[in-house]
């Protein structure tokens, strides 16, 4: 049996619309986090069927053979696919586990996840806001903090501005300490 090591990660969810720039945001933000000497990973929601893979390659083959699994590595990438013959709501929790110890890991795309999270909103997309009804949101990052439709006392920052998110980030990391049990 592996000996179980405790991991701790900071986890931060990013929560928006399609449109708002959160996969713009998480982007800056791995580079500037890269930049501060942090290591990062990223979970990443797809709403839609997607595929890694394409149709020749050996992976495909053995995936569309039956296999369960499928990790293809090399020097430089290691990608494991997993086969699910009913489609499966992945939890971020469930998730976390699969990753390697890092400090940050940033979750995009997965609203519901009951980890702390920053909101993406622009009012020029024309989405709601979610803030009110989720007290998972501890800031929200945006281009027009006047144009929010509630008051909130959250952290309002400036999406255009990645460099100061980082700064609330790593200045509020308490907040978002993330402890989980990876095999070793």
Same mark, same amino acid.
């Given at each position: 049996?592996?000996?179980?090591?405790?991991?701790?990660?900071?986890?931060?969810?990013?929560?928006? =619309?399609?449109?708002?720039?959160?996969?713009?945001?998480?982007?800056?933000?791995?580079?500037?986090?890269?930049?501060?000497?942090?290591?990062?990973?990223?979970?990443?929601? *797809?709403?839609?069927?997607?595929?890694?893979? =394409?149709?020749?390659?050996?992976?495909?083959?053995?995936?569309?053979?039956?296999?369960?699994?499928?990790?293809?590595?090399?020097?430089?990438?290691?990608?494991?696919?997993?086969?699910?013959?009913?489609?499966?709501?992945?939890?971020?929790?469930?998730?976390?586990?699969?990753?390697?110890?890092?400090?940050?890991?940033?979750?995009?795309?997965?609203?519901? *996840?009951?980890?702390?999270?920053?909101?993406?909103?622009?009012?020029?997309?024309?989405?709601?806001?979610? =803030?009110?009804?989720?007290?998972?949101?501890?800031?929200? *990052?945006?281009?027009?903090?006047?144009?929010?439709?509630?008051?909130?006392?959250?952290?309002?920052?400036?999406?255009?501005?990645?460099?100061?998110?980082?700064?609330?980030?790593?200045?509020?990391?308490?907040?978002?300490?993330?402890?989980?049990?990876? *095999?070793?």
């Amino acid at each position: 049996m592996a000996e179980e090591q405790r991991a701790t990660a900071h986890v931060v969810g990013f929560a928006g =619309y399609s449109g708002s720039g959160k996969t713009t945001l998480v982007e800056q933000l791995v580079g500037h986090l890269r930049i501060a000497g942090k290591t990062v990973s990223v979970i990443k929601h *797809a709403h839609h069927q997607f595929d890694i893979d =394409y149709p020749g390659k050996d992976s495909w083959r053995h995936r569309k053979a039956g296999a369960h699994e499928v990790l293809v590595a090399s020097s430089h990438l290691v990608a494991l696919q997993r086969e699910s013959p009913e489609p499966v709501e992945h939890t971020v929790s469930e998730l976390l586990p699969m990753l390697q110890a890092v400090d940050w890991v940033l979750v995009e795309g997965f609203k519901d *996840a009951q980890i702390p999270k920053i909101e993406v909103w622009r009012p020029a997309a024309g989405k709601p806001v979610r =803030y009110p009804a989720d007290f998972q949101i501890l800031a929200i *990052a945006t281009d027009e903090p006047s144009q929010l439709p509630v008051p909130t006392a959250a952290a309002l920052l400036d999406i255009n501005r990645p460099d100061t998110v980082v700064d609330w980030l790593l200045s509020n990391e308490s907040l978002f300490a993330f402890a989980h049990e990876q *095999a070793r």
